[in-house]
């Protein structure tokens, strides 16, 4: 699991929490490259009420 903010190339700044190495814009759509934001632990108290 990856956290961190990510700049796309068309100016969008977006927090993100992915365990992939790529996710795609909410703007653009365009395929930005996570695999260099911190990795995190998941937690065993996910919080999905
Ligand atoms: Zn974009």
Redesign the pocket.
């Known amino acids: 699991m990856r956290c961190g903010t990510i700049t796309?190339?068309?100016g969008?700044v977006a927090y993100v929490e992915s365990n992939k190495m790529f996710i795609n814009?909410i703007?653009?759509n365009?395929k930005i490259d996570i695999s260099g934001l911190m990795e995190m632990e998941e937690s065993e108290e996910a919080d999905d009420a």
Do not use: N, Q
């Open positions: 796309c190339d068309c969008k814009c703007d653009c365009k």
